[in-house]
């Protein structure tokens, strides 16, 4: 028995050693090509590597899974291009060091990403790899020269859905009160918000009013639905009827205290009027697929221009506010549509123009 | 007599433990090529992706150094039958407390900045495991809830300070404001995170060991921990060793705190200690306790996160994957039925 014992601690042993031989032999042979290229990429065209780093998780996020599917749909059409979908997780503090690993392989051509964060979580990264190539969408850096970003105008979406709120607020629908009171709930700060969206929102309300007042509270994170609901609660006690919301997965806390008690929710990003009918009374939507599959194509020809930080306005077609929704119909009444749609079209189609100030 | 029982001590270590290495290798390829679709990718840069080039093996060795001292803690606490499952809020409060004493020192205080928020991050986690500790003494209270009730409960209280008063507007990640260069620690392996505090913690290990088998007051804690009733009916001051082992225990994930800050990120983000108090814990129980032996588990712990994040990237498995690969390669680790099978047992009279 006790020889047994000691025959299968050897054996164990040996099997130990032998395993990771067995497979280093056999994976350093596949290294040399980890990423599958297609069969039928013509014969001088250069390979080209695209690394999509989604800071969180894309699933659930309408942002994030544009972004893949944009670039998806760019690589499928070209057959010397292929990409890999990184993950980076929620913990922040460890994006700097993934991203790190990711362009430490030396595999990409490029590295995309969409935040207003990732420009900076990249600067060191950036020096320490000089050839690396970074595209940032909904960011901006301007002069980097490894680094191309776009930024939307949020100043714009932001006013639309304010004067949608403002004309809400004032109106005579049975959410509404006379208080002339509008609040918003936010994640975190950050310099997007709080030089873009917020002012842009209360902008856009008070063009309807200047007395009206904006009631600003902050979750302190991007899941917490009962925060969230709690903060709403507390808003529509001290007057508030519209709420807009920029917290991710904590909205829907908004969301259903605003049914419970008749108030309505502005909903930026995405067309999400579906997530609660009758309550979302407006939602803006950014065309980020559009964006990314148009800038991976011009990467993958070797068009784009590194260095430079664009501006992207809603005339130009990535920015909307979503009034062809039934939902967005059957909440709103029309004389509150009709209005609201003159300055739609007027942002829409540049009559009107509101700056992006300095991030 | 006695080198006989050594010896056999050591056959039953190192059978066990190969047995299920191996048993736990295996595992993890059976998972490999189940659930990926390019599996020999995936194992090459699961094994080898940590070794592959200086930046992976300097932040290997440097995701290493937090897990000595949370394994270190995890093992003062154990040895003495203490239960401190209040890692987690132990490490990121004293994160929080190097931090805020950064931030408030003037960047030319320089080594004097960085001593102090090293003290001051031990002696945050040491208070806070210490209160466990004293409940248990003086009113019976269970340090395993209280350790893990306070420490929840401080989790939500620090995350406050770094997106309330600590928090930097001008940074789009929710984090506090970065310290000043002066207070970094050196990094000695770049481009990678590896900073010179790899040094001084393995040093620590060694005085650790030094004080808890080497000296009396290590002899009395071990004792209380074998046996509470025993140690008191030879003298022993039996609650002395409840608090003890719990505040060094706390001041080692306090200490875990400040050198993840001064080392690696050099500010605190909300969540950056998620996971090194419980992951103190499994290296803890790898090493059975052995604050030698917590360097080897600490490593091998990192080496298998280093590998999944490696696979992950580099390869087609998604984080919960290599989360799953990993958390069954523990299991087998820290399972003591192997252990057992591999133990000679007494023949009966």
Redesign the interface.
């Known amino acids: 028995m006790?020889g047994n014992?000691?025959l299968?601690?050897v054996a164990?042993?040996i099997?130990?050693l032998i395993?990771?031989v067995l497979?280093?032999s056999?994976?350093?042979?596949?290294?040399a090509a980890?990423t599958?290229e297609k069969e039928e990429a013509p014969a001088k065209a250069k390979p080209f590597k695209l690394a999509v780093v989604v800071p969180g998780v894309a699933a659930g996020s309408p942002l994030y899974e544009q972004l893949v599917a944009g670039a998806q749909k760019a690589v499928d059409e070209y057959p010397n291009a292929s990409m890999k979908v990184?993950?980076l997780?929620?913990?922040?503090?460890e994006?700097a060091?993934?991203m790190?690993?990711?362009v430490?392989?030396g595999?990409y051509d490029a590295v995309i990403s969409s935040?207003?964060?990732m420009p900076?979580?990249s600067m060191d990264?950036a020096s320490?790899f000089p050839d690396q190539k970074f595209i940032f969408v909904d960011a901006f850096i301007d002069g980097h020269p490894q680094m191309a970003s776009y930024l939307y105008n949020q100043v714009e979406q932001s006013y639309m859905l304010g004067h949608l709120a403002g004309l809400i607020t004032t109106s005579k629908m049975k959410g509404a009160n006379a208080d002339l009171k509008i609040g918003i709930v936010v994640a975190?700060?950050?310099?997007?918000l709080?030089k873009m969206m917020v002012p842009g929102f209360l902008q856009g309300a008070q063009a309807i009013n200047p007395g009206i007042t904006l009631d600003y509270r902050?979750v302190?994170?991007w899941y917490d639905a009962n925060k969230a609901a709690e903060l709403a609660n507390s808003m529509i006690d001290s007057g508030v009827d519209v709420i807009g919301v920029i917290c991710g997965g904590a909205a829907p806390g908004v969301f259903k205290v605003c049914g419970e008690r008749n108030k309505y929710v502005m909903y930026w990003d995405d067309n999400s009027y579906a997530k609660a009918p009758g309550v979302i009374a407006g939602s803006g939507a950014l065309h980020q697929s559009k964006l990314v599959y148009e800038v991976v194509v011009d990467a993958i020809n070797g068009m784009v221009d590194y260095g430079s930080g664009t501006k992207l306005h809603s005339r130009d077609g990535y920015i909307e506010f979503v009034s062809d929704d039934p939902n967005y119909i059957s909440t709103v009444p029309a004389d509150i549509r009709a209005k609201q749609q003159k300055v739609v079209d007027a942002i829409m189609s540049g009559e009107m123009i509101l700056k992006i100030p300095e991030l | 007599m006695q080198v006989r029982i050594k010896r056999s001590g050591v056959?039953v270590s190192?059978?066990g433990l190969?047995?299920t290495?191996?048993?736990a290798?295996?595992v993890m390829?059976i998972m490999i090529f189940s659930l990926s679709e390019?599996p020999?990718?995936t194992?090459?840069?699961f094994?080898?992706g940590p070794v592959t080039?200086n930046?992976?093996l300097g932040?290997m060795l440097n995701s290493a150094i937090p897990l000595i001292l949370t394994g270190l803690g995890i093992s003062f606490a154990f040895r003495t039958s203490m239960f401190n499952l209040g890692g987690e809020g132990q490490v990121y409060a004293g994160g929080l407390a190097a931090t805020a004493v950064c931030l408030a020192m003037p960047a030319a205080a320089g080594f004097t900045g960085i001593s102090t928020a090293i003290i001051a991050a031990v002696v945050t986690g040491a208070v806070i495991a210490g209160m466990s500790g004293f409940f248990k003494m003086k009113w019976n209270t269970d340090e395993l809830i209280s350790s893990f009730l306070i420490s929840n409960a401080l989790i939500y209280i620090v995350?406050?300070f770094i997106?309330?008063v600590l928090?930097d507007?001008?940074?789009?990640?929710?984090?506090t404001k970065k310290i000043a260069e002066q207070f970094w620690f050196k990094k000695i392996y770049p481009?990678s995170?590896l900073d010179i505090s790899i040094f001084f913690i393995v040093i620590l290990a060694v005085l650790a060991y030094l004080y808890l088998f080497r000296t009396h007051q290590g002899y009395e804690m071990r004792m209380c921990g074998l046996n509470s009733e025993f140690s008191r009916y030879g003298g022993i001051n039996v609650g002395k060793y409840m608090v003890l082992p719990m505040l060094i225990s706390g001041g080692f994930h306090g200490l875990a705190g400040a050198v993840s800050v001064l080392g690696?990120?050099h500010q605190c983000?909300?969540?950056?200690s998620?996971g090194m108090g419980w992951n103190g814990i499994a290296v803890a129980l790898i090493a059975r306790n052995n604050p030698i032996a917590v360097i080897p588990a600490a490593l091998f712990f990192a080496y298998l996160e280093a590998g999944a994040?490696?696979a992950?990237?580099?390869?087609d498995i998604?984080?919960e994957i290599a989360s799953i690969v990993q958390s069954v390669v523990f299991f087998l680790i820290t399972a003591q039925a192997i252990y057992n099978f591999?133990k000679?047992r007494r023949r009966s009279a």
Do not use: C, H, R
Not at chain 1, 89 to 93: E, I, P, S
Not at chain 2, 169 to 175: F, I, S, W, Y
Not at chain 2, 312 to 315: C, D, H, Q, S, T
């Open positions: 006790k014992k000691k299968l601690a164990a042993i099997l130990l395993t990771p497979v280093f056999g994976g350093q042979q596949e290294a980890p599958v990184v993950e997780g929620f913990n922040q503090a994006w060091e993934k790190t690993s990711i430490a392989t595999m935040n207003p964060s900076f979580v990264l320490q975190q700060e950050y310099p997007a709080n902050v302190g994170n | 056959f190192a059978a190969s047995i290495l191996a048993a290798f295996i390829l390019t020999k990718d194992i090459y840069y094994f080898a080039n930046y992976y932040n995350d406050n997106t309330g928090d507007p001008e940074n789009n990640l929710l984090t481009p995170n690696t990120s983000y909300k969540g950056f998620g994040k490696s992950m990237i580099n390869a998604t984080i591999v000679p």
